[in-house]
């Protein structure tokens, strides 16, 4: 049964760990993640972006998807179906699907609007139980066709939005989608220990996951993140292990054309990608 990611995140802050979100994008991508988190007795929460919403046949496709394979699986651990970088209305349909968690990104609005959006989106979730997730500060790269200019959080304006009610909150913090260029000037960590001071117990957010040197995430975990997303490195590793698997030519081979055959490589590279990252944020054996 999908689970608000609210207990899971708090136990992570307490604990000074944190849950990755690993983005689905297909069953391959969704049967990963669960196995994965499963074997190595870790929460996890599964992270859909609008785009990758309609690429899988609507919020109501993804939820019946994602439910029957936690019972046909066996899944125990806990799971929390995510909404990543939400609108307004978004965050609402996913809500009406099904959805157990809803991020909605109002960074890019005036501080006022972000905090009156937020007030209504916090209200409803409270009504239906699930966790919410807010953003100031625009993480910066680009992710479904949104481009963030990268920027620092004022830590005011983080407490006024944690202050309303929200279960976590992303804060800019020098972060970005996608890789991190070779003269990235590295995580904000000024600015991450101010926003914590100002947010209290608030679990912290860091989305832009791949890439961030292991020493900068030990660290971002130690001040307070509870949660870290990952999605650009389960798709370099899909697509680095399915061109490996065509460029041998073993599609050729027998039936290799299989689909199954086929996507079996990417699966398995997700599979230790997520493995790996677990195992860096320390969410193992702690479901």
Not at 1 to 19: F, I, T
Not at 58 to 71: A, F, P, S
Not at 111 to 117: L, Q, W
Not at 165 to 190: C, R, S
Request: proline share 2%; aromatic share 6%; hydrophobic share 45%.
């Amino acid at each position: 049964m999908l689970v608000s990611a609210k207990e899971m995140l708090n136990k992570a802050r307490a604990g000074k760990y944190a849950v990755g979100q690993f983005n689905i994008n297909n069953l391959e991508w969704t049967k990963a993640v669960l196995l994965t988190a499963q074997e190595n007795n870790s929460p996890v929460i599964l992270g859909v972006s609008e785009g990758a919403g309609k690429y899988m046949g609507g919020y109501k496709t993804i939820v019946g998807m994602v439910n029957g394979l936690l019972e046909e699986l066996n899944i125990t651990v806990p799971v929390a179906l995510h909404l990543d970088h939400g609108s307004y209305e978004g965050a609402k349909a996913a809500m009406a699907a099904g959805f157990s968690s809803i991020m909605f990104d109002g960074s890019h609005y005036a501080i006022e609007e972000n905090i009156a959006k937020t007030t209504e989106l916090v209200n409803l979730t409270n009504e239906k139980g699930l966790s919410l997730e807010a953003e100031v500060g625009s993480i910066g790269g680009e992710e479904d066709g949104v481009v963030g200019a990268g920027e620092i959080a004022d830590a005011n304006e983080c407490k006024a939005i944690a202050d309303l009610g929200v279960t976590m909150l992303a804060a800019g913090i020098g972060n970005i989608h996608g890789q991190y260029p070779e003269n990235w000037k590295g995580l904000a960590f000024d600015a991450l220990e101010k926003i914590a001071d100002a947010t209290g117990t608030m679990p912290l957010v860091l989305h832009g996951g791949t890439g961030i040197p292991e020493e900068m995430i030990k660290k971002a975990i130690s001040l307070g993140v509870a949660k870290i997303n990952v999605n650009t490195e389960c798709q370099l590793a899909f697509a680095a292990a399915t061109r490996k698997y065509i460029e041998a030519g073993k599609d050729l081979e027998g039936k290799g054309f299989d689909p199954r055959k086929v996507l079996a490589p990417g699966f398995e590279a997700i599979k230790a990608t997520v493995k790996e990252k677990m195992e860096l944020f320390g969410s193992v054996n702690q479901a």
